[in-house]
């Protein structure tokens, strides 16, 4: 299976991109519901799931294994089937969630295929998705009277740094690992 990972986006079967973005979904419903029980268990409450960002990582993952569409498709339904399930994240944050998670994975599929490194992807992924939960949050604040203030923008950044960075060393030695799987074949 990681041997399709790596071969050109084209040949990537719709079975294996449906799995995959199903797999995201999964994860990005999982992984923050792990995180939330984390932080109650060691007193920090939700704050280690807003620090840590843990439904970014399978997003922009499924981006950059099976293409924008994957991505772009699991960003928009993931946060959905959360707050469906555990009405996480709240009904005000929802839309700007599956806008700026929606971008994470475009982006990363649409940068899967170019030539540099994937740290860097992951930083132009971040650039983007950040920018567009800000344009996002005005919008919400602006247009719809929502009670997200507007210096969300800047504490999601501020809280979410150490989850940037770990998106930054985690996601490079994920698709590494990928690759040298399909290496040993």
Not at 5 to 31: D, E, H, M, Q
Not at 46 to 55: D, K, N, Q, R, V
Not at 127 to 144: C, D, E, Q, S, W
Request: with cysteine; charged share 10%; proline share 5%.
């Amino acid at each position: 299976m990681s041997e399709l990972i790596l071969k050109s986006k084209k040949t990537v079967s719709v079975r294996f991109r449906t799995i995959a973005t199903l797999a995201a979904i999964a994860a990005a419903v999982a992984l923050p519901q792990l995180f939330h029980v984390l932080g109650a268990v060691s007193g920090l409450g939700t704050a280690l799931g807003e620090t840590l960002l843990p439904m970014h990582l399978p997003i922009i993952l499924v981006g950059l294994i099976a293409g924008p569409f994957a991505g772009c498709v699991s960003g928009v339904i993931a946060p959905l089937v959360s707050f469906a399930l555990t009405s996480m994240p709240t009904e005000t944050m929802l839309p700007v969630m599956m806008t700026e998670l929606a971008v994470y994975g475009l982006t990363a599929g649409l940068l899967s295929g170019m030539k540099f490194p994937c740290t860097l992807k992951v930083l132009a992924i971040q650039i983007a998705g950040r920018a567009v939960r800000a344009i996002a949050v005005l919008i919400t604040v602006n247009f719809f009277e929502s009670p997200i203030a507007v210096k969300t923008i800047w504490m999601s950044s501020v809280t979410g740094i150490f989850g940037i960075l770990l998106q930054l060393i985690l996601i490079p030695l994920i698709m590494y690992r990928i690759s040298g799987i399909s290496d040993e074949k």
